[in-house]
């Protein structure tokens, strides 16, 4: 999976940040990752534990399906559909994580937990 734009999800930016910290990469040298190989290991696993959720939230996407048509008429036809393949999209990518990745997030559910909130408190959020 590629990553594109210029927010905190670039590509180029994350591998730079990783590249540029001493620590995070004598880890990775320590356990014979480059920081690409560890770019493609993280986004796995963040869709392994976004697929992990989506059992939870599913009332929360029908509930948006439902609020998404019923704007069908209010929208302009473009951004309607754009909105609507967002959504399935989203849900498409969740679908197609192996089994195997689902269930691994599941079992490290907490530590997935703890390393979001981290983040987020360092974001000031």
Known sequence: ??????????????????????????????????????????????????????????????AAMEQLEALKGQLPPGQYERMRSQVLGMNAAFARVPPGNVQLAKKYEAEFLAIGEQQSQSMGR
Do not use: C, W
């Not at 999976?1 to 994350?14: H, K, N």
């Not at 990752?33 to 599913?58: K, L």
């Open 1 to 62: 999976m590629a990553l594109e734009g210029d927010g905190p999800f670039d590509r180029d930016a994350s591998l730079a940040a990783v590249r540029s910290n001493p620590k995070a990469m004598a880890i990775l040298n320590r356990h014979g990752y480059t920081p690409e190989e560890f770019q493609v290991i993280m986004m796995n696993a963040m869709a392994a534990f976004g697929a992990s959720q989506m059992d939870q939230h599913q009332r929360e996407m029908a």
